[in-house]
């Protein structure tokens, strides 16, 4: 298999030479005319930009080609990601752990519904996933070492109670490890990076892409080019994008800034970028975690509705404790009382304290006390709590498959009560494209010269409002990138 690295062996004259740093502002390396031109222009420099850019070089050294990022860094949300969803390569096959294509989809199916997967689409992606994942180890990503994990999901048990498995990779250094060997390749590569460099408008003629306009801190200039990738990533920042898009399905999301999404970057410019195009939208919902409006949780396996019903096994894994969560009309609230309380670490016991002291979690002394203070209904709610202890104390299930050995008991008071809220990781609602990232306009036709790919595009693959899990964006968004690079370069000659 051809190798980045063999393909990088030297670039044309007319191709910009300038080493950059993390840092460097783009208005230092802009030229000095107001009009440029170039062969490709990728808007955005996480991992789905950033891998277009070194495959469209891998195939064609002498390609004339601007990276624009927005902000002061490369890496986008890769930076604030965790694991890593690959197929066969170096890495699994030194090992036992080795997913298929097929795996994949059959996880999809599983998880989401098979009526809300791509199967071509994602075929295709997954098929470029050994290529991706060996240049990655080849470039230097640590799959191997001390703080790296190559097992299955931590959530074990989902796979043995769901009758699936599917393998989960986290480099040392998580995927930050990933966006700096991407940062370094492009510096190898002499990529034209320009970091702080807004595109504030794409200018079309006839159904095509004639240029992008760019935005500095102090000038805006021109690129005239042939193709246009957008991989501006998703939108999860920005609260009142969030609130629209998800259309209610999600409560306790703020507007405005978000101070609970991840990259602050992520505030939906691809939906400006094709307004005017009539571009259809894909999908609805983001990249949710069930978590609280302090942090991370409390720790208990007891949850209710307002209505005073349980509704899901609280062991289960993550996201699907987002999934059955989102499907109530009413708030959730996680429960604990003292005696579980007293069994947790003492870290654990700080951070409850902590979190009373700050609001978002309330303690009260009697189950009439907290029913009343979170007008759940009392008499539902004590129904609730003995059908679970009576099942806990003879050691079976309290319904819904929580394993009684995982059941956290509500017996002792005081008791403390949690207001579930969201953390919005991603997006899940983006332009639509053709399987070989063409963006298109309600009519499906390809708007010439004109590609997206990466989160902006990750509904092409699956939707529903359904998120499959950690490493279904990273590892996507990397092999959206390539195949939109090669469709670039088969467009183009």
Not at 130 to 139: L, M, Q
Not at 259 to 269: E, F, I, K
Not at 408 to 415: A, E, L, R, S, Y
Request: charged share 20%.
């Amino acid at each position: 298999m051809r190798r980045f690295t063999k393909a990088l062996t030297g670039l044309a004259a007319l191709c910009i030479v300038l080493s950059f740093t993390a840092s460097e502002s783009a208005e230092n390396r802009t030229p000095n005319n107001s009009d440029e031109t170039a062969d490709v222009v990728i808007v955005g420099a996480g991992v789905s930009g950033e891998m277009a850019a070194l495959e469209l070089k891998a195939q064609n050294p002498n390609i004339k080609l601007v990276l624009l990022e927005k902000q002061a860094t490369t890496g986008g949300s890769l930076r604030y990601s965790s694991g890593y969803i690959g197929t066969s390569s170096k890495l699994s096959r030194k090992s036992f752990n080795t997913n298929t294509v097929d795996d994949v989809l059959a996880f999809l199916d599983n998880c989401i519904g098979k009526e809300n997967v791509n199967h071509a689409f994602v075929r295709r992606l997954y098929d470029l996933s050994e290529y991706v994942t060996d240049n990655f180890i080849t470039w230097g990503v640590d799959f191997d070492g001390a703080n790296a994990t190559r097992a299955q999901d931590p959530h074990q048990e989902r796979w043995t109670r769901e009758g699936r498995q599917l393998w989960y990779y986290m480099p040392a250094g998580r995927t930050n490890a990933i966006a700096n060997v991407l940062e370094d390749q492009l510096k190898k590569q002499k990529v034209d990076l320009r970091l702080n460099a807004r595109v504030t408008d794409l200018i079309i003629a006839d159904g095509k892409v004639l240029s992008v306009k760019v935005q500095t801190k102090d000038k805006s200039y021109t690129i005239n080019t042939k193709a246009v990738l957008l991989a501006t990533g998703g939108f999860s920042s920005k609260g009142d994008l969030v609130k629209k898009m998800t259309a209610g399905m999600y409560k306790n999301v703020p507007t405005g800034p978000n101070p609970y999404a991840s990259n602050p970057g992520a505030t939906g410019d691809i939906f400006g970028l094709v307004e005017k195009l009539g571009v259809p939208t894909i999908g609805t919902g983001v990249m949710a975690y069930a978590g609280s409006l302090g942090g991370g949780s409390i720790p208990s396996r007891f949850y209710v509705n307002q209505d005073g019903k349980r509704y899901m096994d609280e062991y289960s894994w993550g996201y699907n404790i987002t999934f059955q969560t989102q499907k109530n009309t009413t708030n959730c609230y996680r429960l604990l009382d003292t005696t579980v309380l007293n069994g947790q670490s003492a870290g654990a016991k700080a951070s409850v304290a902590a979190k009373v002291k700050a609001g978002t979690v309330t303690k009260y002394n009697s189950i009439d006390e907290l029913a009343k203070g979170l007008s759940i209904n009392a008499a539902q709610l004590k129904q609730t709590i003995a059908a679970y202890n009576a099942a806990v104390d003879a050691g079976q299930s309290p319904e819904f498959g929580l394993p009684a050995g995982k059941a956290t008991p509500i017996k002792d008071g005081p008791f403390y009560a949690e207001q579930i809220a969201y953390t919005t990781a991603g997006s899940l609602v983006s332009i639509k494209t053709d399987d070989n990232a063409r963006v298109v306009t309600g009519n499906l036709q390809p708007v010439r010269g004109l590609y997206a790919s990466g989160e902006c595009a990750i509904s092409n693959q699956f939707w529903g409002g359904l998120y499959a899990g950690s490493g279904f964006g990273v590892g996507s968004s990397a092999y959206n990138g390539v195949l939109a690079a090669r469709t670039i370069v088969s467009d183009l000659k």
